[in-house]
């Protein structure tokens, strides 16, 4: 049943607010009844368009144009930077201008304001609540540790008798005292707690409020605020007093012992939340028309595999060798790390600490380098890794093929396994046997495979479930120097990456370019250079530069396209 037509609470009309609303103004927008619909249309300055209340649409509230008093805005002047209505687009002073529907703003703002919503409501609200856990749960353990510290001083005087009865008094005045304050601090910072999760929940409110509107200028004017509560509170660092006795009997107070002070310490970065940057509303950055090519760098490996970006300013390669090679964008060769069995990695990656991951496929291990030393993560039985990404979660996704050309891909926090993603709804195989190569995590936590087996790029959501399949597009198919040998015009998918659009890249080698499709799989163009050959490993770093290895010439090529 329409939801419209349900019996709720009762409307009356707008301008006489005592007859029951049976008429609706689409345009202004105005609950009427039928006695105030010849009032309400005589204002003709401006458009109405009156139906009956059932049929209402439901329209955004549009901005009066502050030029023409009779329309509304529907429309964003690029150039001026202001919203302008139909009769200004036509005017002299737009010509030429570039304009945006408001309500394509609208949506893509309610886009930001929804994952807002959605961070505040899924991660920060339940990180407080879990703070908050922790706290009470301190709370709770105080009399139990303060009475165990109590039971020792007693043990202590009973031990030495009537005589140190004074001692012992005052030495529970301070367990007392220090308990009181121990306290007193952990309940007002309770209260500080519970304070902000009280804005969470008021910022929760104020996003859902706004989705529900239609008034454009309450979505456009409303402030991103997740940024105000990233930052968790500073963590209070109790560390309870010991009691140290003392069986020297020459001083009472000596003999007796005593008990060192309560200490209260704040942590700042105590408390720690794993945010997955798909919660970030980046700003909208068009794809140029004609890429610009910024860098060249040679690796001087003889076949260049993989490339990923340790900063901005420095990238990671891989190849055809033992050496794992840190560059920076002039070329210059900053480090260099051989693999802890002595045999070239098959792929590399980068961990939100800034470690370097690789895969040793021969030996069945991911390994991470923390400060030049090697440790191994990872040690396989039956199966062999061979690629691997760092999600925004900070785990690993490893892509393997069994010792019998099966393939799937394990999500890894740490050694601990936490997730298989193998096979489809019906059962069958997501990936091809034995030949996946590259992958990547989006920004809305799709995992992305470029499967070369199948020549398609092969995307599932975080749970698993197959969101799409893409297959190339016609109009990469060329016809090139190598087609007798190499099948050139067939879509070969081998390097995968996603960036701060959630827009996926892959490197297409047959035809050496590189694929843009939107996070739903819609091909958007190209990116292609006469001189681009056989792109493999691809990478983008946090300014949206793409990073292309070369596979045969052992170049790292640095290109805009955003």
Same mark, same amino acid.
């Given at each position: 049943?329409?939801? @419209?037509?349900?019996?709720?609470?009762?409307?009356?009309?707008?301008? /006489?607010?005592?007859?029951?609303?049976?008429?609706?103004?689409? &345009?202004?927008?105005?609950?009427?009844?039928?006695?105030?619909?010849?009032?309400?249309?005589?204002?003709?300055?401006?458009?109405?368009?009156?139906?009956?209340?059932?049929?209402?649409? =439901?329209?955004?509230?549009?901005?009066?144009?502050?030029?023409?008093?009779? $329309?509304?805005?529907?429309?964003?002047?690029?150039? /001026?930077?202001? +919203?302008?209505?139909?009769?200004?687009?036509?005017?002299?002073?737009?010509?030429?201008?570039?304009?945006?529907?408001?309500?394509?703003?609208?949506?893509?703002?309610?886009?930001?304001?929804? +994952?807002? @919503?959605?961070?505040?409501?899924?991660?920060?609200?339940?990180?407080?609540?879990?703070?908050?856990?922790?706290?009470?749960?301190?709370?709770?353990?105080?009399?139990?540790?303060?009475?165990?510290? *109590?039971?020792?001083?007693?043990?202590?005087?009973?031990?030495?008798?009537?005589?140190?009865?004074?001692?012992?008094?005052?030495?529970?005045?301070?367990?007392?005292?220090? @308990?009181?304050?121990?306290?007193?601090?952990?309940?007002?910072?309770?209260?500080?707690?519970?304070?902000?999760?009280?804005?969470?929940? +008021?910022?929760?409110?104020?996003?859902?409020?706004?989705?529900?509107?239609?008034?454009?200028?309450?979505?456009?004017?409303?402030?991103?605020?997740? $940024?105000?509560? *990233? #930052?968790?509170?500073?963590? &209070?660092?109790?560390?309870?007093?010991?009691?140290?006795?003392?069986?020297?009997?020459?001083?009472?107070?000596?003999?007796?012992?005593?008990? =060192?002070?309560?200490?209260?310490?704040?942590?700042?970065?105590?408390?720690?939340?794993?945010?997955?940057?798909?919660?970030? /509303?980046?700003?909208? #950055?068009?794809?140029?028309?004609?890429?610009?090519?910024?860098?060249?760098?040679?690796?001087?490996?003889?076949?260049?595999?993989?490339?990923?970006?340790?900063?901005?300013?420095?990238?990671?390669?891989?190849?055809?060798?033992?050496?794992?090679?840190?560059? !920076?964008?002039?070329?210059?060769?900053?480090?260099?790390?051989?693999?802890?069995?002595?045999?070239?990695? /098959?792929?590399?990656?980068?961990?939100?600490?800034?470690?370097?991951?690789?895969?040793?496929?021969?030996?069945?291990?991911?390994?991470?380098?923390?400060?030049?030393?090697?440790?191994?993560?990872?040690?396989?039985?039956?199966?062999?890794?061979?690629?691997?990404?760092?999600?925004?979660?900070?785990?690993?996704?490893?892509?393997?093929?069994?010792?019998?050309?099966?393939?799937?891909?394990?999500?890894?926090?740490?050694? *601990?396994?936490?997730?298989?993603?193998?096979?489809?709804? $019906?059962?069958?195989?997501?990936? =091809?046997?034995?030949?996946?190569?590259?992958?990547?995590? !989006?920004?809305?936590?799709?995992?992305?495979?470029?499967?070369?087996?199948?020549?398609?790029?092969?995307?599932?959501?975080?749970?698993?479930?197959? %969101?799409?399949?893409?297959?190339?597009?016609?109009?990469?198919?060329?016809?090139?120097?190598?087609?007798?040998?190499?099948?050139?015009?067939?879509?070969?998918?081998?390097?995968?990456?996603?960036? =701060?659009?959630?827009?996926?890249?892959?490197?297409?080698?047959?035809?050496?370019?590189?694929?843009?499709?939107? +996070?739903?799989?819609?091909?958007?163009?190209?990116?292609?250079?006469?001189?681009?050959? %056989?792109?493999?490993?691809?990478?983008?770093?946090?300014?949206?530069?793409?990073?292309?290895?070369?596979?045969?010439?052992?170049?790292?090529?640095?290109?805009?396209?955003?």
């Amino acid at each position: 049943m329409d939801p @419209r037509l349900c019996a709720q609470d009762i409307l009356n009309c707008d301008l /006489c607010e005592d007859t029951v609303v049976q008429m609706y103004c689409n &345009l202004c927008p105005m609950n009427l009844c039928k006695s105030c619909v010849v009032e309400h249309i005589s204002d003709v300055s401006r458009r109405h368009d009156v139906v009956p209340f059932a049929l209402r649409r =439901s329209m955004l509230v549009y901005p009066q144009c502050s030029t023409h008093s009779e $329309e509304h805005c529907e429309m964003h002047c690029e150039d /001026c930077n202001i +919203q302008v209505c139909p009769k200004c687009v036509i005017s002299e002073t737009h010509k030429r201008h570039h304009f945006k529907s408001l309500q394509d703003l609208v949506n893509s703002k309610k886009e930001c304001i929804e +994952q807002e @919503r959605k961070r505040l409501k899924e991660t920060v609200y339940f990180k407080i609540e879990d703070i908050v856990t922790e706290i009470e749960t301190q709370l709770a353990e105080i009399d139990g540790e303060y009475e165990k510290l *109590t039971s020792e001083v007693t043990k202590q005087g009973e031990e030495l008798h009537s005589e140190f009865d004074k001692v012992i008094q005052k030495n529970k005045e301070e367990i007392n005292g220090m @308990r009181n304050q121990h306290r007193d601090a952990l309940n007002k910072h309770l209260n500080d707690i519970k304070k902000l999760d009280a804005d969470v929940e +008021q910022s929760i409110s104020e996003t859902e409020d706004i989705l529900q509107s239609k008034e454009v200028n309450r979505s456009l004017s409303y402030k991103i605020k997740s $940024e105000k509560f *990233t #930052k968790l509170p500073s963590k &209070l660092i109790f560390k309870f007093p010991v009691f140290t006795g003392n069986n020297d009997r020459d001083q009472c107070s000596q003999l007796f012992g005593s008990i =060192s002070p309560l200490s209260i310490t704040t942590e700042e970065h105590g408390y720690t939340m794993e945010t997955p940057e798909a919660e970030y /509303c980046p700003p909208v #950055k068009p794809l140029l028309d004609e890429p610009e090519l910024i860098t060249n760098i040679d690796t001087e490996y003889n076949k260049l595999y993989s490339v990923t970006c340790l900063s901005d300013e420095e990238i990671w390669t891989c190849g055809n060798s033992k050496i794992m090679k840190l560059y !920076n964008l002039q070329g210059k060769l900053l480090k260099s790390i051989q693999t802890k069995s002595g045999i070239k990695p /098959c792929d590399i990656a980068v961990t939100r600490s800034g470690d370097l991951v690789y895969v040793d496929p021969d030996a069945r291990t991911v390994n991470i380098v923390k400060n030049k030393q090697i440790q191994e993560v990872i040690r396989l039985q039956g199966w062999r890794p061979y690629n691997v990404c760092s999600t925004s979660f900070g785990d690993l996704l490893v892509t393997m093929h069994s010792d019998d050309k099966q393939s799937k891909i394990v999500c890894y926090s740490g050694s *601990t396994e936490k997730q298989t993603i193998q096979f489809d709804s $019906e059962g069958k195989p997501l990936y =091809s046997s034995g030949y996946i190569t590259y992958i990547s995590e !989006n920004r809305n936590l799709d995992i992305c495979v470029a499967d070369d087996g199948a020549s398609a790029v092969v995307v599932v959501n975080q749970a698993g479930k197959l %969101r799409f399949r893409y297959n190339g597009h016609p109009s990469a198919t060329k016809k090139l120097f190598y087609h007798f040998f190499y099948n050139q015009g067939s879509f070969k998918p081998g390097g995968i990456t996603t960036d =701060s659009q959630s827009q996926i890249l892959t490197s297409d080698t047959n035809n050496n370019c590189i694929h843009i499709l939107d +996070q739903d799989g819609q091909f958007l163009r190209y990116i292609e250079y006469s001189d681009l050959r %056989r792109p493999w490993g691809i990478c983008v770093d946090n300014r949206d530069s793409l990073f292309v290895a070369e596979l045969y010439s052992g170049k790292v090529k640095k290109i805009k396209y955003m």
